[in-house]
């Protein structure tokens, strides 16, 4: 994805999820998961300037489908009851299936979340490989 359309979509997604967040405080769900997911975006595409936010973006569009099935099981699809039972004061009980769309956005606030994590701990431990390596270099270099 052009990086230019990549911040465009950031802001405009995290300006709806704002929006959207702040009128609904008085539903809990919504306004802390559309909220905390447009920071979360921000962070990290403005913040700590990561470059695979449209990846992220296109990945979540495929993940939706297993998304939906497991999510819609859980929360009824083809049950006698819901495994998952949600608060309908507490979101806008706007469903897909018979998931709330709050769970879209706070599915995708985890893979973010889980992803710039694991990304992180991945350049942490090659760079300790690093550090690792030169020492011994050091280390040998020293010693002849």
Not at 9 to 35: A, D, K, M, P, R
Not at 63 to 84: A, R, S
């Amino acid at each position: 994805m052009n990086p230019v359309f990549e911040n465009f979509f950031c802001i405009i997604l995290s300006i709806f999820l704002l929006l959207f967040g702040f009128i609904y405080l008085n539903h809990l769900y919504t306004s802390i998961t559309f909220i905390s997911t447009a920071i979360v975006c921000l962070l990290l595409k403005f913040v700590f300037k990561i470059n695979w936010f449209g990846t992220a973006v296109s990945v979540y569009a495929i993940l939706l489908v297993p998304f939906l099935i497991v999510n819609g099981i859980l929360t009824g699809t083809g049950l006698d009851e819901p495994v998952v039972r949600y608060n309908n004061l507490e979101n806008l009980n706007i469903r897909l299936f018979t998931i709330p769309v709050e769970d879209v956005f706070y599915g995708f606030e985890l893979i973010l979340l889980n992803l710039f994590i694991y990304l992180y701990l991945l350049r942490k431990k090659d760079f300790r490989k690093k550090i690792n390596t030169g020492a011994k270099l050091a280390l040998a270099v020293e010693n002849e």
